[in-house]
């Protein structure tokens, strides 16, 4: 860890959410340092964020060098990658670049570098994409829900996106500054939501994903996994894009009224039915209803913007 010569080296913490990762926490740490210990470019401190571990994560990773902060309780990913990017804020010295990685060896640290050498051609944010280089293994209803949310940010950030779940990212100081993430459940595609719409400069490399060695505690059960994936895409578009979100739930309410409505005039015409009162005044509703909702979503989307 030293200066090239006409030229100072960047300085970056690498950051570990953690909870319950006492196998594999040292390795994955060991190898970060031997990788980035071969790199003259690069200052690197690494951070673990302990998010209320039972077993020996935190000491093992004080142990391996790394500067800790421990949650007293498990909170989530969500909130731990707040308190990475708090924590890396505070860091004294002051960091150029924030790598996130995770703690169970699925992303390979002799990697890292690819994202850094990104930051360092001039993007701001860099994502390590395991669509674009290899998936050792993926369980098919977590493949099937990665290519859903990435395609679905894609379009909301109009901006082509091939892994907006990838827990492998790296991103400048000013990112971390500039971006608030508030988000419980997809604070991975509001980071690179807001990064888009911030217009800072975004890019992709392709990285290795490896067989996770042990259960998965993301998914349990693959149906469960499969209805918060959805939740989340419907989270994001409300979020994201009222206007489309509540446009479409506002068309869809507007168009049974109105085809209720056609249903009772064709038969007052074809058959000289009266009456229907009740059809009637549930056609009307659905329609008042359905424009109260489209309208909510001009407002919103006024309100976003």
Known sequence: MGETEGKNPM???VSIPAYNEEATIASVIRNIKEVLGKHRSYVYRILVVD???????AEIAKNEGAVVYSHPKN???AETFRTEIQQFLKLKPEADAMVHIDADGQYKAEEIPLLLKKIEEGCDFVLGSRFKGTIEKMPLIKRLGNKAFSKVVSQIARTKISDAQSGFRAFTREVAEKINIISNHTYTQEQVIKAVKNKFRIGEVPVYFAERKGKSRLIRNPFEYALKAWISILRIYRDYEPLKFFGLIGGVVFAV?????LRLLYFHFTTGIVGHTPSLILSMLLMSVGVQIIMFGFIADMIKK
């Open 11 to 13: 300085n970056i913490v």
């Open 51 to 57: 998010d209320g571990s039972t077993d020996k994560t």
């Open 75 to 77: 909170y989530g990913l």
């Open 257 to 261: 009224g109105f085809v209720l409505g």
